[in-house]
């Protein structure tokens, strides 16, 4: 378990800032959440001016001490290449699959394509900010993908 608090995050940000770093934030999406959850979420995100963030559903893989009812998982334990901590593997609570999904990228997108932000990014050499924009298309793209999956499942 993580030891430390919220308000360590804060400070950190608030130094990180004050010192011109952008910092890359990974959050670990709970299938507890709802919509309100992921608003809070992006609030939180823009006070703390992340600039680029990585959000992956709770995975419980073995040997990570998650334990998880079986019957809450949605993707078979020998179907491997769903379990790459991209793919929502546990049925989330409050909201529809394809929802969950929705939120993933509205909150995605709402730090990473934030016009202040994408015009940050000039500061940084072309070659990066090409690999910036790749980056945000192939997430979208994948995230994308699984919404659509999950909205019509075959």
Known sequence: MKQSQASDNDRA???LNANGVDCYAGVIVSP???H???ARLRK???ELGIKFVNLQPLTPLPGTGIEVDEGRLIVDR???ARWDLANVT???EKMALADYYWEII????AVLLAPAHVLSHRKYPRYMQWRLAKGVWRVNRQYRRMYREARCPS
């Open 36 to 38: 309100g959850d992921f």
């Open 90 to 92: 546990i049925r989330p």
């Open 13 to 15: 940000l608030e130094v």
């Open 32 to 34: 507890a959440w709802g």
């Open 44 to 46: 939180k995100l823009r």
């Open 78 to 80: 020998k179907d491997y």
């Open 106 to 109: 509205r909150t995605y997108n």
